[in-house]
């Protein structure tokens, strides 16, 4: 197939040109958050209507709803989406098992990177186009394919319990592998859902009633998740336009106010991903899906099995890891399958960033921003191994190191998510040197040079939080969160 250009990636409807025209917006922008509006009562329909439908009318309801958003807002792009889907599902049924997960795995990862080097010889600015659903698709054959190759090949004692609850025993047939690739809630902006979960949505199998015998109604979740992002959005519109990337070139501001600028400036980047996020965590929500258990403590359903951000966890972190956990949930649960609990231990970490950075694309600065992500990772557990348990003996010491670490974690994302937005080599490494490379130096001296200068406590040493001597369940615990 020869790509005439630019169009290949977005030819969808102009209807909307003039209401963008009126607006300012690029017609794409208007055509995206149409789809999700519009989604809202195709949700209500769904849950409330289809509820008790046949399970082919509830795999075909959505199905024809996401193709019908792809055609409207990408056009004849929508060939890239269904050659990676189909030929991946043809491989799911031609493949020996023992090779189905590496070889859909490779295809699809390949024809996203095919896809990415055109759009980087196209586009010159952002546009929401189709490489957007083909990454999300890449999401749904791989995993579907992993679980397809756990449960045909391992045995049952060689899987996580995780493995377990996902595994498969046969490629599903054509019209429901569509609907799941397809849905109408997740094919724009995710969240990644699993097969296994997006199956039982489909049987109604996916919600468990309470201790009264009562089903939970998911319409309050999915209206607060909806009424954020409106919030989100609002920031977006009257904040954006004030403070763009640009003012970050400024030489006049004194240091310290340039800092918070530069911290402030990157708040605001990651609203449109609450906005999305948050938007179609609440489309999944009112069309019935995401329920994940009852809460242990309070017995309250929880709605959080299809969730891709926790934007107060982000926002009030004090390690990149903690703000890892809760930001792209969906995306970290796909690297996590296909990547860090695949791969050799000591090469976990390393393997799941330079995954994200080839699966993101091809510009320079999701290289730079991802293998420096794998730096800062490292350099926070040096830290933390070293310092954190000489500051647990009193409240106040604690106090000092959660705030000195809250500080520290926002200016570090900050500081590597920088070559993420500006995309290319050039202006990334500019303002790496402007800044003398600070983060990298710092990161790899906590990482390699602290531990020998403060060696991290004895096991027959460490205290909890509580200043008490650490159990050696509580010792568990702080390893997972290092």
């Given at each position: 197939v020869i790509m005439p250009g630019v169009h290949t990636f977005n030819s969808g409807s102009v209807l909307l040109q003039p209401l963008a025209d009126m607006i300012g917006l690029p017609v794409d922008k208007i055509n995206f958050t149409s789809c999700m509006f519009i989604s809202i009562p195709f949700a209500l329909i769904y849950s409330r209507v289809l509820g008790k439908a046949s399970?082919?009318?509830?795999?075909?309801?959505?199905?024809?709803i996401g193709l019908a958003y792809c055609w409207f807002c990408f056009g004849s792009a929508i060939?890239?989406?269904?050659?990676?889907?189909?030929?991946?599902?043809?491989?799911?049924?031609?493949?020996?098992?023992?090779?189905?997960?590496?070889?859909?795995?490779?295809?699809?990862?390949?024809?996203?990177?095919?896809?990415?080097?055109?759009r980087?010889?196209?586009?010159?600015?952002?546009?929401?186009?189709?490489?957007?659903?083909?990454?999300?698709?890449?999401?749904?054959?791989?995993?579907?394919a992993f679980s397809l190759h756990d449960g045909l090949v391992k045995k049952e004692e060689e899987l996580t319990p995780l493995q377990k609850r996902e595994a498969i025993k046969r490629v599903p047939g054509l019209i429901p592998y569509l609907s799941y690739i397809f849905h109408f809630q997740s094919i724009l902006t995710g969240p990644l859902s699993f097969y296994s979960d997006y199956a039982n949505?489909?049987?109604?199998?996916?919600?468990?009633?309470?201790?009264?015998g009562k089903l939970p109604d998911p319409t309050a979740e999915a209206q607060t998740k909806l009424f954020k992002a409106f919030c989100f959005m609002f920031i977006i519109a009257f904040f954006e336009p004030i403070f763009p990337l640009t003012v970050l070139d400024r030489t006049d501001l004194n240091p310290i106010l340039w800092t918070v600028l530069f911290w402030f400036c990157f708040v605001l980047q990651r609203m449109p991903y609450y906005f999305a996020w948050y938007f179609a965590d609440g489309i999944y929500n009112l069309s019935g899906f995401g329920f994940s258990g009852y809460d242990k403590e309070t017995d309250e359903p929880k709605w959080e099995l299809a969730t891709n951000v926790f934007a107060w966890k982000v926002e009030s972190a004090q390690s990149l890891k903690e703000?890892?956990?809760?930001?792209?949930?969906?995306?970290?649960g796909w690297f996590r399958r296909v990547a860090f609990d695949r791969a050799p231990k000591k090469y976990r970490t390393l393997s799941t960033y330079v995954l994200s950075a080839w699966w993101h694309g091809i510009f320079m600065g999701y290289y730079m921003t991802f293998l420096g992500g794998a730096i800062m990772t490292l350099g926070g557990k040096g830290f933390r191994r070293s310092l954190r348990w000489r500051f647990l003996s009193s409240p106040s010491l604690?106090?000092?190191?959660?705030?000195?670490?809250?500080?520290?974690?926002?200016?570090?994302?900050?500081?590597?998510?920088?070559?993420?937005?500006?995309?290319?080599?050039?202006p990334s490494f500019a303002m790496y040197k402007r800044l003398y490379f600070a983060g990298h130096i710092l990161a790899l001296f906590c990482a390699v040079a602290l531990p020998a200068l403060l060696p991290p406590p004895r096991e027959d040493k460490k205290i909890n939080d509580q200043g008490s001597k650490i159990t050696e369940d509580e010792n568990k615990n702080a390893k997972k969160i290092e």
């Open positions: 399970e082919r009318t509830r795999q075909i309801y959505p199905l024809v060939k890239h989406l269904l050659a990676n889907c189909l030929i991946s599902y043809a491989l799911m049924y031609a493949a020996p098992a023992k090779h189905i997960h590496s070889l859909v795995f490779i295809f699809s990862m390949s024809y996203l990177t095919w896809v990415h080097f055109y980087w010889m196209y586009i010159t600015e952002y546009t929401i186009d189709i490489t957007g659903p083909i990454m999300i698709c890449v999401q749904k054959v791989t995993t579907l949505l489909i049987r109604g199998t996916h919600i468990v009633k309470d201790e009264n703000t890892l956990d809760a930001w792209n949930v969906g995306t970290m604690k106090f000092a190191y959660d705030v000195f670490t809250f500080i520290g974690t926002k200016m570090t994302l900050a500081y590597v998510a920088y070559p993420f937005v500006a995309l290319h080599w050039a």
